[in-house]
């Protein structure tokens, strides 16, 4: 095996010392890491969001900052902030939260929209303006964000347009009686992460993978079946707004980065089947015939799999 697909391997099972019994959506987590894109976990309170991320912040050796998003953080509190020194008569830049390589976004739908939209230049072009004056985040730069269900007391949507600045959006759920068993036995004490989880990467080495990543090899009939797939979430008599371009970008980059994560060096269908519904969930949203007829998301995204002829590819 691979050394790097090695760690990747390694930086899930150190965060499964922090989260009991998610293996499926901590390698999501860690693909969409390595496609160099943002996650988005969404659940209801308790289930170990937050835990999860801070798991991940620590394995991966990052310079890392955590907001917890309420309706009074300002926007200067992730961008920063220009301060006059009296002194030098000089105004001196004073660095936001985002300026790191992995921000945690604690309940990123508490806080009002003005703040929410201060992280859009941000997660698309990892720098803020600041008086007219730009500053780069770390290389590499990831949010994770955390988020209650929305009609959660105290929460508001988040607009479409941040939404699909997240790569993948994932859900705990709630444990089975053998894993919530397990988790009463563990020890819930303060310092808990920081003491059983070990850093597994660095800076330097999560870009070296993510090169690897961006090496692996698409045929264009899987471009044209991603690009079905998603006409396939557009057109149809349920959806108000379907998979978006800057979607099929991101099903692409998690498709190569589930293939590395596999040791090949070429992307299958069964790649891209594997990927759709975390990439595809959140950036379709239904129209009022759809929420009349009960229609789920999960419905639509199950036919679109099954009616969307996978491409046969030999050699």
């Known amino acids: ?50 835990t999860m991320a801070l798991a991940f912040s620590r394995t991966m050796g990052l310079k890392v900052k955590r907001v917890q998003f309420t309706p009074d953080v300002l926007p200067a509190d992730l961008t920063g902030f220009t301060l006059y020194q009296k002194e030098t008569g000089k105004f001196v830049y004073q660095p936001g939260a985002a300026i790191c390589n992995l921000l945690l976004a604690d309940e990123i739908n508490r806080t009002s929209p003005k703040t929410q939209s201060a992280l859009l ?29 929305a009609g959660s007391a105290g929460t508001q949507l988040l607009p479409e347009s941040q939404l699909d ?33 070990e850093p597994v990467l660095d800076a330097a080495q999560l870009l070296a993978m993510r090169s690897e990543v961006s090496e692996i090899f698409v045929h264009k009939r899987i471009y044209r079946y991603i ?8 057109e149809n008599e349920w959806t108000e707004l379907g998979l978006s371009p800057r979607g099929t970008v991101a099903l692409t980059a998690m498709a190569k980065a589930c293939a590395w994560m596999k040791g ?8 891209v089947q594997e990927v759709f519904p975390c990439v595809a969930g959140h ?33």
């Open 165 to 197: 600045r997240f790569m993948i959006c994932v859900s705990m759920g709630y444990p089975t009686v053998e894993e919530e068993m397990e988790i009463l036995k563990r020890d819930q004490k303060k310092g808990r992460i920081s003491e059983e989880t």
């Open 283 to 315: 950036r379709i949203f239904l129209n009022m015939k759809a929420r009349v007829g009960h229609i789920r998301v999960d419905e639509l995204i199950r036919q679109a799999l099954e009616n969307v002829p996978a491409p046969a590819l030999r050699g």
């Open 227 to 234: 690009a079905e797939l998603a006409k396939a979430t557009r």
């Open 121 to 149: 230049e941000v997660m698309e072009e990892q720098q803020v303006t600041v008086d007219g004056v730009t500053h780069r985040t770390g290389e590499p730069f990831i949010v994770i964000a955390t988020e209650n269900p």
């Open 1 to 50: 095996m691979n050394e790097n697909i090695y760690s990747a391997q390694r930086v899930i099972s150190e965060v499964e010392k922090a989260v009991v019994g998610k293996r499926d959506v901590l390698t999501k987590i860690m693909t969409a890491i390595l496609a160099g894109g943002h996650i988005l976990i969404e659940d209801i309170p308790g289930t170990g969001k937050t």
């Open 264 to 271: 090949r060096e070429y992307v299958i269908p069964a790649d």
